[in-house]
């Protein structure tokens, strides 16, 4: 039997599992807690709004404290690893660097950046996958 534990939040979370068959967390069984990429859309509908960088950037990173804790972590506290996917990276990574100075000013995750052309949907303009490590705290 497997360790690895799946793990769907309400609302969006859910919805986007069940479109693309897949996962918004697995906790591994050891501490760490794998997150699927969350963009900025709307925690409850899922709705995007395509001509609003700054606005995805701060839903996307709600997005993942509700994925986190509904794995039974504290949020971006716990995080150690952020690879985020900029459709225009030039005018979204200071903007998503400030995001996490606000969030967790404390705390600095490695972090990789990534321009991309597209992302899942065609409204997506920032999406984040991190990696956590349950507190021991």
């Known amino acids: 039997?497997?360790?690895?534990?799946?793990?769907?939040?309400p609302g969006a979370a859910q919805k986007h599992s069940d479109l693309g068959h897949y996962?918004?967390?697995v906790d591994l069984g050891n501490g760490v807690v794998k997150c699927s990429g969350q963009g900025g859309w709307d925690p409850e509908t899922g709705a995007l709004d395509a001509n609003d960088s700054d606005k995805q950037i701060e839903l996307a990173m709600k997005n993942v404290d509700i994925v986190l804790k509904a794995?039974?972590?504290?949020?971006?506290?716990?995080?150690?690893?952020?690879?985020?996917?900029?459709?225009?990276?030039?005018?979204?990574?200071?903007?998503?660097?400030?995001?996490?100075r606000l969030r967790i000013p404390g705390h600095r995750p490695v972090w990789t950046a990534v321009g991309v052309a597209n992302l899942a949907f065609p409204a997506m303009l920032i999406e984040l996958e991190v990696e956590a490590r349950r507190s021991t705290k």
Do not use: F
Request: charged share 20%.
């Open 1 to 9: 039997m497997s360790a690895e534990k799946y793990n769907n939040p």
């Open 23 to 25: 996962s918004q967390s």
């Open 71 to 100: 794995a039974g972590l504290r949020g971006w506290e716990d995080v150690y690893l952020l690879r985020s996917y900029h459709c225009d990276i030039r005018t979204s990574w200071a903007p998503t660097a400030e995001a996490l």
